[in-house]
């Protein structure tokens, strides 16, 4: 209550965010990549956009790279939950991917580690990285004040390089892992003022 009478938040956002945890209290796997890029706009970037307004930014091309880091953050929650929400029966991945290279939940609930398994894998954290570097094509324009809401974006990068280190192998016990570069990496991006 403080915090938004102080900063002049928008309610809109709060509303956003708990409307749209509201309707995944169902535990159901996403139909397809937009729409849990749906959900991930209305939580992870609705956040990005109360942050923003803390740091006294407002400013369109700061709200569209949110966007898509919202975005991004929302993909990689998902795939970095997988291994976990496997273990509790549960499979949240979009499914229109998981048909298109022939992968059923069951898949992921045994911890399979075929080529289609990584495939599905794949396709969905390319769709993260997209997110990433469409953000990254406005950071001329967005305000340098904007940046340290964005440094959420240095352990996407890490998940997403490790990821790829692993080939895709979502169940690799060293993404299970705490990154210790992870402060120096983003000690560095604060210092070059990039996101």
Known sequence: FQA?????????????????????????????????????????????????????VRDIHADHAASHIGKAQG???CLRATPYHST?????????ICMLHGVSQEDF?????????????YDIASQAHIHLEHARS?????????????????????????????????FHPSLQKKSTLLPLHLYIRSWKKTY
């Not at 509201?22 to 990549?33: G, Q, S, V």
């Not at 240095?154 to 997403?160: F, G, P």
Request: proline share 3%; net charge positive.
């Open 4 to 56: 938004v009478k102080r900063h002049n938040l928008t309610k809109m956002w709060f509303m956003k965010i708990i409307d749209e945890r509201e309707k995944n209290l169902d535990d159901r796997a996403y139909r397809n990549i937009q729409e849990l890029e749906t959900y991930a706009e209305n939580t992870q970037s609705a956040l990005l956009y109360l942050t923003l307004e803390m740091l006294g």
């Open 75 to 77: 993909i990689v929650t």
């Open 88 to 96: 509790r029966q549960k499979v949240f991945l979009p499914m229109d």
């Open 138 to 170: 406005f950071s001329k324009k967005v305000p340098v004040k904007a940046y340290p809401a964005f440094f959420c974006t240095v352990a996407l990068d890490d998940y997403l390089c490790n990821m790829r280190k692993v080939d895709f192998n979502i």
């Open 109 to 121: 609930i045994r911890g399979k580690q075929e080529k289609n398994v990584r495939d599905v894998i």
